[in-house]
């Protein structure tokens, strides 16, 4: 299942070009198929799908053959229902992660506060919950954000998972983002879950790296790249109360820029992993 939150971006791009090389406007291709203006628009802008009007414009626009059996594919694609809808309590904002990850061909993140969700353990999970409900009342429940968690964990366990890279701030290392003794559990769970998996690498931006130019990170975010070349690359990042997903390659590209450049800068892998077992050992039990 690829991404329908990316192939509605996609289908919304398929329309704006069919349109365009028609010369027609919204209006005229509103008044060929019988539908608003506004039905026209939300359809480009990725906001809703509708097969039956997206077959009605493929025929108003005289679509036809291969051309008509990708846009149509594409629509079905996009109404998809994914397993995190069925998953009561996760979360807006992990659905919508889960939803970004579903087909990624390649997974790059930069965490710069916490243990990337993708690598958390339960105990870690729980303990974040209960701290972020200090702050905002919770949108899903505790079990229900522990679902999502795990059937994003089995993403990356599924035959043809995305490669996942993360670059992990030092910070978010030395930084007690749970009580101690589950801190250094979570520490251990990382260095053997990415301990000699290919398709998973983690590394450690260590405080006094030197990144290129100078252009350290302001905030958490991830890439998102799909086997089909015509899906957009995304980025989401990560704030306090929301994220924001941008798809504008003139906006992707200097985050593009910017985790080569923290690549570059942070730990290789191995030696990533002696620091995270470190950290561990100066840990409490309790």
């Not at 506004?38 to 025929?59: F, P, T, W, Y």
């Amino acid at each position: 299942m690829i991404s329908p939150y990316v192939r509605r971006l996609r289908l919304g791009a398929e329309l704006r070009a069919l349109r365009a090389a028609a010369g027609l406007t919204h209006e005229q291709v509103a008044k060929r198929i019988g539908e608003s203006r506004a039905q026209i628009s939300r359809l480009e802008n990725g906001h809703i799908v509708d097969l039956a009007d997206v077959m009605k414009i493929l025929d108003a626009l005289g679509v036809e053959g291969e051309r008509w059996t990708q846009i149509v594919t594409i629509a079905r694609e996009a109404g998809e229902r994914g397993w995190w809808e069925s998953t009561r309590g996760m979360g807006e904002r992990q659905a919508l992660y889960a939803n970004l990850e579903a087909g990624a061909a390649a997974i790059r993140e930069y965490q710069q506060t916490f243990i990337p969700g993708l690598l958390q353990t339960p105990e870690f999970v729980r303990a974040r919950t209960a701290a972020d409900a200090t702050l905002e009342p919770m949108t899903g429940t505790v079990e229900g954000v522990l679902a999502g968690r795990a059937g994003r964990q089995r993403m990356l366990r599924r035959p043809g998972a995305p490669s996942y890279e993360v670059i992990v701030d030092e910070v978010a290392v030395r930084r007690l983002a749970a009580p101690p003794d589950v801190v250094k559990k979570q520490l251990y769970h990382l260095a053997t879950a990415c301990n000699g998996k290919p398709s998973v690498a983690l590394r450690v931006l260590p405080v006094d790296a030197r990144v290129d130019s100078f252009t350290v990170p302001r905030c958490t975010f991830s890439i998102y790249t799909y086997p089909d070349p015509g899906d957009p690359a995304v980025v989401a990042i990560d704030t306090v109360t929301s994220d924001l997903v941008l798809t504008d390659p003139a906006e992707v590209a200097p985050y593009d820029q910017l985790y080569a450049r923290l690549r570059d800068a942070a730990l290789p892998p191995t030696d990533s992993l002696d620091l995270l077992t470190k950290a561990a050992t100066e840990l409490p039990d309790q």
